[in-house]
Structures are given as structure tokens and as C-alpha cells.
T-cell receptor, first 112, second 110 residues
Framework: QQKVQQSPESLTVSEGAMASLNCTFS??????FRWYRQHSAKGLEVLVS????GEKEEGRFTAHLNRANLHVSLHIREPQPSDSAVYLC????????????FGLGTRVSVFP | EAGVTQSPRYAVLQEGQAVSFWCDPI?????LYWYQQPRDQGPQLLVY????????NSQLPSDRFSAVRPKGTNSTLKIQSAKQGDTATYLC????????FGPGTRLTVL
């Protein structure tokens, strides 16, 4: 069964500094990876979807995937206080329509 | 384009009571998912449908939980005889390719 682990559990960064989040997964045949952001008491907002090794940028958010190392990361460039939220890594298997397996999340706090 | 809508937004029950959650997916999305998100955890898939058919309900506690999507559009998730351990946010998502999530229903069982 797929296991998804995120680190760190929480992260505090200053506005404008780079924030880096990590996610490891257990099944090397996974090929769909997403990062979501969840503000308190709200739904999930997809930030970046990545399906092949390498880098994908969406605005200030960049995901890096290395399937050989079972690792996907998220970098937030110039974080703002409004980026304070829980960030969730989600992984799915070959079929994109299958349900997602999520990590526990990283709580990011951005201070001015 | 309207997003995924869910109702109610909040529910508070005593143990043993029943509750239903309703989800209206994005128009044209054939796949609909229900997730359970306990406090401080990631969402966990309960069940998902393609059109009106259940594709995977292996994580649905079948003795007390049920889910239907009779016309392949809206869906209802029902909990019979709720327990304190059911306290969580229940998220609905829909997709054609990417999954889009609704705001969730926050359930508290006292």
C-alpha cells in the first residue's frame, strides 16, 4: 500500500525567503504527483501537478520530481503571509482517475 | 465555471445519530470522490464513482457508511449511527483529469 511522508511537519519562513517542502513515497510505479494548499477550514487548492522527472513551475511554486529517489519537493519563491497554510503532497498510481494518497501535510507560516 | 459545492458546511451530532452529506460536482466531471480528513491529517479516500458506478469503496466502513450517485451527477454520503471517531472533515472532489475539491463538511460527533 502506498505510503506518503512529508517533512518538515511545520516550517516558519520570513516573507521573501525561499520555502522548501519535501515528500517521499513508497511505490516507484507512481506517476502522478500533486501539491495542494489548504487554508484553515477551506478546501484544497491544487498548486502544481507533475508527471515526469524534472521540474515544473507554476507561478511562484516549483515542483521537483525524482522518481528513482522516490522524492518530490515543492519550493515557494518569495512567500507571502497569504501563503500561510497547510501544504499537502498527493500521489496516485498509473491511472490518473484513481483516488489520491496524501501525506499528513506541512504547516507553513510566513511572517512579514 | 462553478466549483464543487457541498452541504451542509458544518454538522454536530450525538453518537448514534445519522447524517447525510451532499455534493454537487463540476458540470461535465465524470468521476466523483469522497475523502475523510481527520484533524491534522491528510485526506483519506473513502469511495469514488465513475458516472453512477462505484469504482472503489474498499476504504468505506460499510457497516455504517454508504454513498450513492444515482444519476451520475450529485452524490450523497450517509453515516448511520455516527461514532466519535467519525469526527472529521468530509471532502468531495470531482474530475475529468485534475481533481477539484469542494470546501468540505466539518462533522463533530459528541
Amino acid at each position: 500500500q502506498q505510503k506518503v511522508q512529508q517533512s518538515p511537519e511545520s516550517l516558519t519562513v520570513s516573507e521573501g525567503a525561499m520555502a522548501s517542502l519535501n515528500c517521499t513515497f513508497s511505490d516507484g510505479t507512481s506517476n502522478n504527483f500533486r501539491w495542494y494548499r489548504q487554508h484553515s477550514a477551506k478546501g484544497l487548492e491544487v498548486l502544481v501537478s507533475i508527471f515526469s522527472d524534472g521540474e515544473k513551475e507554476e507561478g511562484r511554486f516549483t515542483a521537483h520530481l525524482n522518481r528513482a529517489n522516490l522524492h518530490v519537493s515543492l519550493h515557494i519563491r518569495e512567500p507571502q503571509p497569504s501563503d500561510s497554510a497547510v501544504y499537502l503532497c498527493a500521489v496516485s498510481m498509473r491511472n490518473y482517475a484513481q483516488g489520491l494518497t496524501f501525506g499528513l501535510g506541512t504547516r507553513v507560516s510566513v511572517f512579514p | 465555471e462553478a466549483g464543487v459545492t457541498q452541504s451542509p458546511r458544518y454538522a454536530v451530532l450525538q453518537e448514534g445519530q445519522a447524517v447525510s452529506f451532499w455534493c454537487d460536482p463540476i458540470s461535465g466531471h465524470d468521476t466523483l470522490y469522497w475523502y475523510q480528513q481527520p484533524r491534522d491529517q491528510g485526506p483519506q479516500l473513502l469511495v469514488y464513482f465513475r458516472d453512477e458506478a462505484v469504482i472503489d469503496n474498499s476504504q468505506l466502513p460499510s457497516d455504517r457508511f454508504s454513498a450513492v450517485r444515482p444519476k451520475g451527477t450529485n452524490s450523497t454520503l450517509k453515516i448511520q449511527s455516527a461514532k466519535q471517531g467519525d469526527t472529521a472533515t468530509y471532502l468531495c472532489a470531482s474530475s475529468r483529469y485534475e481533481q477539484y475539491f469542494g470546501p468540505g463538511t466539518r462533522l463533530t460527533v459528541l
